[in-house]
């Protein structure tokens, strides 16, 4: 994969398809560029699509240094400027999309318009206890024994008992991830740390918000409190979904493709 000097780093990105520019932001847990799957490749076939590795993750570079989502923001950006990229579309999953809010709140005339899912401004006391025990599951047991674990706040138990072969295929998908243990812990400190509450109201593109209705770990009761502090926000909350809600409910990016496309 190709990469790019930005900044102290070097990332390693993928670009794919043509049209106008859509920038992906991947999550805590799948901050590397394949992680996206069928999503980076429907998107493709209507859009030029740029997906990376995060720092610490991947074959991008993972400095032991404190990480902060203005950071990974600001590694978007050099990553975007590098590829001369001046106007696209932000699309920002879990923590990627906390990283989203600061592009555009450091860039907000090289975002056209923002879409976020299962996301964060500000994580709560039982959300940052969550990360906390996520990052010790990792020092003590390994990713083998966290992400079956963690995997399973994603996905319904319907989905659990229905189709079991993409539980495995998405635990197996993770674990073998190239995956610095203090870059994951690192990434974890940046999302309990993650603050933009007071600054939604300065996100003026357009954004689409959607959230699983049971989500345990970004409640859609606070997505629909970020999509109110922010000016041209629309919320979608799917019922009978829980973190991973594109991926039990493809028909979800639906949505997303609607809403790219009136933007």
């Known amino acids: 994969m190709p990469h790019a000097t930005v900044g102290d780093i070097q990332l390693s990105y ?95 005339d090289k975002v056209r318009s923002l879409v976020m899912t299962s996301t964060t401004a500000r994580p709560d006391a039982r959300a940052k206890k969550m990360i906390r025990w996520w990052m010790d599951t990792a020092r003590t047991a390994g990713f083998s024994a966290l992400f079956p674990g963690e995997l399973t706040y994603f996905y319904t138990s319907h989905f659990y008992d229905t189709q079991p072969e993409a539980i495995a295929r998405a635990e197996r998908a993770l674990i073998d991830v190239h995956r610095p243990l203090h870059g994951f812990v690192r990434m974890g400190e940046a999302l309990i740390a993650h603050d933009t509450w007071d600054r939604l109201s300065d996100i003026k593109a357009p954004a689409l918000l959607i959230c699983g209705a049971d989500d345990m770990i970004t409640p859609a009761l606070h997505t629909v409190a970020i999509g109110r502090r922010m000016p041209n926000a629309q919320v979608h909350i799917i019922a009978d979904t829980l973190h991973g809600v594109m991926s039990e409910k493809p028909e979800t990016f639906d949505l997303v493709l609607d809403f790219l496309s009136r933007h």
């Open 14 to 108: 993928t670009v794919q398809g043509k049209g106008d520019w859509i920038v992906l932001i991947g999550g805590y847990a799948s901050s590397n560029w394949r992680s996206w799957g069928a999503v980076l490749e429907k998107l493709a076939e209507r859009y030029r699509v740029l997906a990376f590795d995060n720092r610490g993750i991947g074959e991008s570079d993972a400095p032991n240094v404190p990480y902060s989502t203005e950071m990974l923001a600001r590694d978007t950006l050099g990553l975007m400027s590098h590829l001369g990229i001046e106007h696209a579309h932000v699309f920002g999953k879990s923590m990627g999309g906390a990283v989203a809010q600061w592009v555009a709140l450091l860039a907000p």
